[in-house]
């Protein structure tokens, strides 16, 4: 089967580790946009759309995030597979008609996720534990999902991942390695230096690799791409 090519939605306002992250985790051919500097596909012929993190919020009044937001929505009704990881994961949510609020916390560092429901096999979630560990960096949340969206993973920060038809959301980091673990949480500067001591002190081999086996998701995603759309030539043929 051949590779399939995703528009990949950079939000991450220039950080050189994003594109190197999910092209090393993603066995696809990635298209990408700068999506901070106003950098949108001007069509949909894409096999599937990926939206990294970023530093900005859903929320906020700018131009190119009420783009951004606009463009997911109308791929996602021309039913085109749409990953949001982190940031990436609000912007579907909004763009599903969820709603993104500030939590009023800071989750950070490497923590424990549980999924919600059995699995069937068929979920961005297949394979994975019930319980497994993550890398988080985020202080928004989806506090509604999208109607008709699913529950696919918690913790006691909230949502961290669902799905709506060919729609997922996933709010921790499965395409961080080691060395942008460390540099995201030293940036966190508005937090206490003990605080950031001890996410960094929590970078170990041990929980990356523990951390290593969310990163299944892309390839249940990719493998989910692949079968869509070789269900839409079978349709179209």
């Keep these: 089967m051949t590779r399939p090519r995703l528009a990949f939605l950079d939000a991450s306002h220039g950080d050189s580790s ?49 783009n951004l937001v606009s463009w997911v929505a109308d791929a996602d009704e021309r039913g085109v597979p749409l990953l949001g990881v982190c940031f990436g994961h609000q912007v579907v949510a909004a763009a599903l008609g969820g709603t993104v609020e500030d939590m009023g916390a800071f989750e950070l560092g490497y923590n ?44 006691e920060f909230g949502v961290h991942a669902f799905r709506r038809n060919h729609a997922f959301g996933v709010q921790f980091h499965p395409e961080y390695d080691t060395d942008t673990a460390e540099a995201i949480a030293r940036q966190k500067d508005f937090l206490p230096d003990e605080r950031i001591r001890s996410v960094v002190d929590g970078i170990t081999p041990e929980n990356y690799a523990a951390a290593c086996e969310a990163k299944r998701l892309f390839d249940n995603f990719v493998t989910y791409v692949n079968r869509t759309n070789a269900g839409s030539v079978e349709s179209a043929a």
């Design 18 to 66: 994003t594109s190197r992250n999910f092209r090393r985790e993603l066995d696809a051919d990635l298209v990408e946009f700068d999506v901070t500097d106003g950098r949108l596909p001007d069509h949909f012929d894409y096999d599937g759309v990926v939206i990294s993190g970023s530093s900005s919020s859903v929320y906020w009044d700018e131009p190119w995030i009420r």
């Design 112 to 155: 424990e996720i549980e999924r919600t429901r059995p699995d069937d096999g068929n979920d961005i979630l297949a394979g994975i534990g019930e319980r497994f560990t993550v890398f988080t960096s985020h202080g928004d949340r989806v506090t509604e999902l999208p109607s008709g969206a699913d529950l696919l993973a918690e913790n």
